[in-house]
C-alpha cells in the first residue's frame, strides 16, 4: 500500500506534463494526462520493485522464471493502480485539477496486445498472485508489435485487422538496453574436441538480438512486484548495408531489419505454410534463448557457479511452446560453460517443470525435423543426443517393445514431439484440473507415467480474484465485505463464510439488485461500444471464449434454432424473454469456426426480423472480445455456458470468473467443472450430458450421430432450418458435418448432447422463475468460489512444484 494524498498525486501528475509534454493542466489533452498519469504508477512499480530486490538478494532467494508465449493482460492502469491502493488519490486529483476521472483514463487505455485466449489470461494471472504472496518471479514472453487481430463482423463473416496497441500501451514499457542477447539461426555447425574440452562453431549463422522490455504488475497491499520480460527481434545495428543504401537501394539495405524484426511483429502468425511455422519456430527459439540467456547471466553474476542454478532458479514451461528452453540450456551449458552432458542434464532436469494445457493430440506441438535441423542445427543436434540417450534407457526397461518406446520417444516419424521433451526433461508434470491431470496420467502420458508415476501431479488453475471480484464487480465486493469484511480481499477462502447469508432476504434482494445494475451497466457498454441494443430485463445466457468446435457454440446455436422454431410454432409460448450473448474470436486459417459464427450472426438476424419473436428472444455476437469486455460482461451473466465435450477441456478459468460474480453454471463434467461441482453442491449448478467415460465409451462402440437425429424430432427440424437456411444464408455445409462428416460426423458429440442441454435448459427456466431461490443459489457460487482464486494455485505450485519461498 502506498499513502499519497490528492495533493501529492495531482503534484506527481503535473510533473510528467511538464517534463515530457511541455504542457500544464489547463492545456494538457486527455492522451497527454493518461500518459502522465501512468509514468507516474510506473515510477511507484520501479521504486517498489527495486526496494524487493534488495530484499531477495540479501536473502538470497529462489526466483521463479515462467516462460509462456502470452500473457493477456487487459489493462494495466486499473489493476495497478488498485493494487497500490492510490485510486482514490488519483481520481481526487484528476477530477479536482484535470477535468476528469480516474474511470475515463481507464478507458484510454487500449488492451495488451500479448495475449489470445485462457493460457494468457492464466499466465496475467500468476503474475498478479506471485506479487500480491510476495514471491519473486519473473516472466517471460515477447513484445508483439501487433496483438492476435481485431475482430470485426461483416455480414456475418469474421474479418481480421491489426490490432495496434503500442501507441497506447509502450508507455507501460521500460525499454532495457542493458539485456540484450544474441540469437542464432540457420548455418551449420562443427564439433571439435580439444585439449580443454568440446569447442562448437557455428558458421554462416543469422544473426539477431532480443532487446528486453519490462513491465511491472503490481501485487495487492504486498512488497512485491512482478516483473514482465518482453523480449523485441531486431536487426544488429553493425549489419547495416550501407554499401546498399549509398547505391539507392533502400529495401534491399533495411531487409535484414525487416526479417529481424518481423519475428517479434504478430502473436501467433497463421502457420497453415511453411513460412507460417517457420516463423513461429524462430518466435518460440528467441523467446527461450533471450530468456534463458538472461537467467543465466543474473545468476552468474550473483551466485558464481552455475552448479548451483536449481537451488536458485525454477524454470517454468507454460504449454509446450517454450519447450526449446530444455535444449538451450543445454547448449548454453556445455558449449558456453564448459559442462559434461551429465552435468547439464542433471541441472536442466532439476530446474524445468511443465504445466500440460490440453489432451488433444493435434494441440499437442510437433515441429518438422527438417525445419528444426535447418533453422536450428545446434539445438537440434541436441534434441538427437538427449532422445538417443533416453530412447537407451527406455530400451533397457522394454526390452523388445519398440511400439511404447515409439510413443514415447520425442523424434517420431520425421517430427519432434515437443510433448514428449518436456515431460522426459522436467522434475514434474502437472495437468489443470482434477480430470484433467487423470486423463494425462492415462491417456496421452500414459507410458510415461508407467515409468515416472511421481513426476505427475495436478494444480487447478485458478483467477485473479481480485480483479475479476474487485475490481469489476464494486458492488458486489462491497456487499461481501459489508457481510463478512474485507478478508476475501488477500484470502479468497474467507468466501466461504458469506454462505451464512444464503437465507437472508435483504441480503438476497441486494444480490438480484445488483445483477440487474450491471446488467443495465452492460446494456449502456454494448451500446455505446459496438451500437448493439439489449432488454436488460431478459435473462442474459452467456458464452464467451475462444471458438473451437470442442467448446461447442455450436450445439448451444442449434439449441436457440430449437427455442426459435418452438416459437414460431407458438408466439405466444410463455416465457421469460432471454438474450444469448457471444464473445468469441476463430483462429484466422480455422474456416470452420467461422462458419459457426456465420451462423450465429445470420440466426440473430432471422429473429431480428420477427417483431413479436425478437421480444423474446434475442442473439447478439459481441464483436473483438477482449479482457476488458469481459470485465463488463461477467458481472452481468446470470447463465454461464461451460459445455465442452466431456474429456476436452483441461480446465477453463472463464467459468471461474462467471461463478465468482453470481452466474450459474450450465456445464458438462469437463475440466474444473467438475470441482466446481463438488465444491458447490450438485444443487447449485446444472450438470448435464455424456462424462468422459461415456464419450470413450461411445467411440469405442461406433458414434452414429444420425441415431439421435432421427430419434428426435427437434432436432430433425434444427437441421431443417441449416439446410433451408437464415436470413438468406443455408448451412447445408454444418448439417452434413453432424450427420456424414469424414473421418467422423459431429466429432465433438453435439447432436448426442443436445437433447440432454434442452432439458437442462428447460430446468433452469423454471428454476429462475423464483428469483430468491436463484439469488441464493447465486449466493452459494459466490461463497464457493474462493478455492480458485490463483492465489491458491500460486501457492500450491510454490510448495509442490517450486520449493519457492515468500520473500518478506
Avoid at 178 to 194: A, P, Q
Amino acid at each position: 500500500m502506498i499513502n499519497l494524498t490528492e495533493k501529492e498525486a495531482a503534484s506527481l501528475i503535473k510533473s510528467k506534463l511538464s517534463k515530457y509534454f511541455g504542457v500544464g493542466p489547463q492545456e494538457a489533452e486527455k492522451e497527454q494526462v493518461y500518459k502522465a498519469l501512468v509514468m507516474c504508477v510506473r515510477d511507484m512499480l520501479l521504486e517498489k520493485r527495486n526496494a524487493f530486490n534488495k530484499q531477495y538478494r540479501d536473502k538470497n532467494g529462489k526466483r521463479v522464471y515462467y516462460l509462456c508465449m502470452e500473457f493477456l493482460l487487459g489493462q494495466s492502469l486499473k489493476n495497478n493502480t488498485y493494487n497500490l491502493s492510490v485510486q482514490d488519490a488519483f481520481n481526487a486529483a484528476l477530477k479536482k485539477e484535470f477535468n476528469c476521472s480516474l474511470e475515463e483514463m481507464y478507458d484510454l487505455e487500449p488492451d495488451a496486445g500479448l495475449g489470445n485466449g485462457g493460457l494468457g489470461r492464466l499466465a496475467a494471472c500468476f503474475m498478479d498472485a506471485l506479487a500480491s504472496q510476495n514471491y519473486p518471479a519473473v516472466g517471460y514472453s515477447i513484445r508483439y508489435e501487433y496483438g492476435l487481430f481485431k475482430q470485426k463482423i461483416v455480414d456475418g463473416w469474421q474479418m481480421e485487422l491489426p490490432d495496434i496497441w503500442l501507441p497506447g500501451g509502450e508507455v507501460w514499457l521500460t525499454q532495457r538496453m542493458d539485456k540484450t542477447y544474441r540469437i542464432k539461426f540457420d548455418g551449420f555447425v562443427k564439433e571439435n574436441w580439444t585439449e580443454n574440452g568440446l569447442k562448437v562453431d557455428h558458421f554462416d549463422a543469422k544473426e539477431v538480438e532480443a532487446v528486453a522490455y519490462d513491465m511491472m504488475i503490481s501485487g495487492k497491499d504486498s512488497k512485491a512486484v512482478s516483473v514482465l520480460r518482453l523480449w523485441k527481434a531486431q536487426n544488429i545495428h553493425h549489419n547495416f548495408d550501407m554499401k546498399t543504401f549509398s547505391q539507392g537501394d533502400y529495401m534491399r539495405s533495411i531487409q535484414e531489419d525487416n526479417e529481424a524484426e518481423l519475428i517479434s511483429k504478430v502473436l501467433y502468425p497463421s502457420d497453415n505454410h511453411f513460412e507460417g511455422k517457420s516463423l513461429r519456430l524462430k518466435q518460440q527459439y528467441l523467446l527461450v534463448s533471450a530468456a534463458l540467456q538472461d537467467i543465466v547471466s543474473d545468476h552468474k553474476k550473483r551466485y558464481g557457479s552455475l552448479m548451483t542454478l536449481p537451488d536458485k532458479a525454477a524454470i517454468h514451461i507454460n504449454d509446450t511452446h517454450p519447450a526449446l528452453c530444455i535444449p538451450e540450456l543445454m547448449r548454453i551449458l556445455i558449449d558456453e560453460n564448459g559442462f559434461t552432458w551429465d552435468d547439464a542434464w542433471s541441472i536442466v532436469t532439476r530446474t524445468v517443470a511443465y504445466t500440460n494445457h490440453t489432451v488433444m493430440s493435434e494441440a499437442l506441438e510437433k515441429w518438422s525435423e527438417d525445419l528444426i535441423q535447418r533453422r536450428l542445427p545446434r539445438i537440434y543436434m541436441i534434441l538427437k543426443e538427449i532422445n538417443q540417450r533416453f530412447c537407451g534407457q527406455m530400451w533397457d526397461k522394454f526390452p523388445g517393445d519398440w511400439d511404447k518406446i515409439d510413443r514415447m520417444s520425442i523424434f517420431s516419424h520425421n517430427q519432434i514431439k515437443m510433448a514428449n521433451l518436456c515431460v522426459v526433461a522436467s522434475h514434474t508434470v502437472n495437468g489443470v484440473s482434477a480430470l484433467h491431470s487423470e486423463i494425462i496420467k492415462n491417456s496421452i502420458f500414459k507410458d510415461f507415467n508407467d515409468v515416472y508415476p511421481e513426476k505427475f501431479t495436478n494444480v487447478t488453475n485458478g483467477i485473479a480474484h481480485r480483479r475479476w471480484l474487485c475490481q469489476s464487480n464494486p458492488e458486489l465486493s462491497s456487499l461481501i465485505t459489508d457481510c463478512i469484511g474485507d478478508k476475501f480481499v488477500l484470502d479468497a477462502s474467507e468466501l466461504i463464510k458469506f454462505k451464512k447469508f444464503e437465507k437472508d432476504k435483504t441480503v438476497l434482494q441486494k444480490l438480484n439488485d445488483i445483477k440487474q445494475l450491471k446488467k443495465r451497466q452492460f446494456c449502456e457498454y454494448a451500446l455505446k461500444k459496438r451500437g448493439v441494443v439489449i432488454n436488460p430485463d431478459s435473462v442474459f445466457d452467456v458464452q464467451a471464449k475462444r471458438l473451437h468446435e470442442y467448446k461447442r457454440q455450436l450445439m448451444n446455436a442449434l439449441y436457440i434454432i430449437s427455442l426459435y422454431n418452438d416459437l414460431k410454432e407458438n408466439p405466444n409460448l410463455e416465457m421469460t424473454p432471454k438474450t444469448f450473448i457471444f464473445g468469441a474470436k476463430a483462429a484466422p486459417g480455422y474456416y470452420f469456426a467461422k462458419q459457426i459464427i456465420k451462423l450465429i450472426c445470420c440466426l440473430s438476424e432471422e429473429i431480428k426480423k420477427d417483431p413479436v419473436i425478437s421480444k423474446k428472444l434475442n442473439v447478439v455476437y459481441m464483436e473483438d472480445y477482449c479482457v476488458s469486455m469481459a470485465e463488463k460482461l461477467m458481472p452481468a451473466t446470470e447463465i454461464s455456458e461451460q459445455i465442452s465435450q466431456a474429456g476436452k477441456e483441461a480446465s477453463g478459468t472463464g467459468n471461474m470468473k462467471f461463478m465468482i460474480n453470481g452466474a450459474l453454471t450450465i456445464g458438462t463434467l469437463d475440466g474444473a467443472n467438475v470441482e466446481m461441482s463438488e465444491v458447490v453442491g450438485k444443487d447449485n449448478i446444472f450438470i448435464f450430458g455424456l462424462t468422459a467415460d461415456e464419450v470413450e465409451a461411445k467411440w469405442k462402440i461406433g458414434y452414429n450421430s444420425s441415431v439421435y437425429y432421427t430419434n428426435n424430432k427437434k432436432l430433425e427440424k434444427v437441421i431443417d432450418v441449416l439446410n433451408k437456411g437464415l436470413n438468406g444464408q443455408t448451412f447445408t455445409d454444418i448439417a452434413n458435418y453432424l450427420l456424414t462428416g469424414s473421418p467422423v460426423a459431429d466429432p465433438c458429440m453435439c447432436l448426442a448432447d443436445f437433447g440432454s442441454f434442452c432439458d437442462i435448459h428447460a430446468k433452469v427456466d423454471e428454476v429462475y422463475k423464483d428469483k430468491m431461490s436463484w439469488a441464493k443459489k447465486s449466493l452459494n457460487n459466490i461463497a464457493a468460489a474462493g478455492i480458485f482464486a490463483s492465489d491458491r494455485s500460486i501457492k500450491e505450485y510454490a510448495e509442490k512444484i517450486w520449493n519457492l519461498s515468500k520473500i518478506y
